[in-house]
């Protein structure tokens, strides 16, 4: 069974090894996140992570980078596959309950970011009505019943890698060393009231403690616990970080900072992608981390 956690982050006593400190998945695409104890490994990222999205009535994704209330939106994953799904603090719409929509019933054609539409099943009209009310605009709430009808970037992530409703790419791996450096640079510079940044801004799956910063933009291939990863591509970040996860204000870090430190083909970069190569595997809060394969990164990470 999975647990959910809060968002403290684990002490890593040795600053050398590498060890997975956190990890998190988002039920709801833009909408809060679940901090675990335990997830299980599938092919499209971890079990429950991003298999429910917003779209317009076009099909295509609705996310916070044009709603940032969608950050203070709270789902939880249900025994049945289903949602529970409360409104952002002082809000009296009231909680939604959600079922998981039946197996073989009618599609919707949906997009993420203009991309090849493929097949998603419909939550219904009263998800639709809920959602619709709380951002006033009409949307639909649809669940990603078959993850294969897309597949991540083939570029990167090569064939055949089925996709969830995220970005891109099956994981989002992040570092706590990074951050602290990130951390580092925005209190060194004028915006330095704006932080220090919380992991939770960049969205991860997976944290890891110890290390050096930036390591993770020549990792090529872990071994967490008993999964094994491979890393294909840095993360360019949007305006999601710079939106505080508690109040859903907008500012100007991490993305200022990032523009004078981490700032290549014009756009910003932090965390890295990742593909699981072992469906089925647990993770597990405390496992240790190997980097199996790496390269040098004197500029930046893969992209």
Same mark, same amino acid.
């Given at each position: 069974m999975e647990g959910v956690r809060g968002w403290e982050t684990v002490v890593v006593t040795d600053p050398g090894a @590498?060890? @997975? #400190?956190?990890?998190? /998945? &988002?039920? =709801?695409?833009?909408? /809060?996140?679940? %901090?675990?104890? *335990?997830?299980?490994?599938? +092919?499209?990222?971890?079990?429950?992570?991003? $298999?429910?999205?917003?779209?317009?009535? #076009? %099909?295509?994704?609705? *996310?916070? /980078?044009?709603? $940032?209330?969608? @950050?203070?939106?709270? +789902?939880?994953l249900r025994a049945d596959g289903g949602l529970e799904v409360s409104p952002p603090p002082g809000n009296d719409q009231g909680e939604l309950v959600v079922p998981r929509p039946p197996a073989g019933g009618r599609l919707v054609e949906v997009t993420v970011f203009g991309r090849a539409s493929f097949g998603a099943s419909p939550a219904g009209h009263e998800a639709d009505a809920w959602f619709s009310k709380l951002l006033s605009e009409p949307v639909r709430l649809v669940f990603a019943d078959d993850p294969n009808r897309r597949q991540a970037n083939p570029a990167y992530a090569g064939p055949g890698v089925p996709m969830h409703f995220g970005d891109g790419y099956p994981l989002l791996l992040a570092t706590e060393a990074s951050l602290a450096a990130l951390n580092d640079l925005v209190a060194a510079g004028p915006k330095a009231d704006e932080g220090p940044l919380p992991m939770v801004r960049f969205r991860p799956n997976l944290v890891i403690g110890g290390g050096l910063p930036w390591a993770e933009d020549g990792w090529l291939r872990l071994r967490v616990g008993e999964a094994e990863l491979r890393v294909v591509k840095g993360c360019d970040r949007c305006a999601i970080p710079t939106t505080d996860e508690t109040t859903a204000v907008r500012r100007k870090e991490p #993305? &200022?900072? @990032?523009?004078?430190? $981490?700032?290549?083909?014009?756009? =910003?970069?932090?965390?890295?992608?990742?593909?699981p190569l072992t469906p089925g595997a647990t993770l597990r809060v405390g496992d240790p981390v190997e980097v199996l394969d790496s390269r040098a990164a004197p500029d930046g990470p893969p992209r």
């Amino acid at each position: 069974m999975e647990g959910v956690r809060g968002w403290e982050t684990v002490v890593v006593t040795d600053p050398g090894a @590498l060890t @997975l #400190t956190e990890l998190r /998945r &988002y039920p =709801v695409k833009s909408c /809060r996140g679940q %901090g675990l104890e *335990t997830a299980v490994v599938e +092919p499209w990222g971890l079990a429950g992570d991003r $298999r429910w999205m917003l779209v317009d009535e #076009t %099909g295509e994704t609705v *996310t916070a /980078r044009e709603h $940032r209330e969608m @950050l203070l939106v709270s +789902p939880r994953l249900r025994a049945d596959g289903g949602l529970e799904v409360s409104p952002p603090p002082g809000n009296d719409q009231g909680e939604l309950v959600v079922p998981r929509p039946p197996a073989g019933g009618r599609l919707v054609e949906v997009t993420v970011f203009g991309r090849a539409s493929f097949g998603a099943s419909p939550a219904g009209h009263e998800a639709d009505a809920w959602f619709s009310k709380l951002l006033s605009e009409p949307v639909r709430l649809v669940f990603a019943d078959d993850p294969n009808r897309r597949q991540a970037n083939p570029a990167y992530a090569g064939p055949g890698v089925p996709m969830h409703f995220g970005d891109g790419y099956p994981l989002l791996l992040a570092t706590e060393a990074s951050l602290a450096a990130l951390n580092d640079l925005v209190a060194a510079g004028p915006k330095a009231d704006e932080g220090p940044l919380p992991m939770v801004r960049f969205r991860p799956n997976l944290v890891i403690g110890g290390g050096l910063p930036w390591a993770e933009d020549g990792w090529l291939r872990l071994r967490v616990g008993e999964a094994e990863l491979r890393v294909v591509k840095g993360c360019d970040r949007c305006a999601i970080p710079t939106t505080d996860e508690t109040t859903a204000v907008r500012r100007k870090e991490p #993305t &200022y900072t @990032l523009a004078q430190h $981490r700032r290549w083909d014009g756009a =910003v970069w932090f965390g890295m992608n990742v593909v699981p190569l072992t469906p089925g595997a647990t993770l597990r809060v405390g496992d240790p981390v190997e980097v199996l394969d790496s390269r040098a990164a004197p500029d930046g990470p893969p992209r």
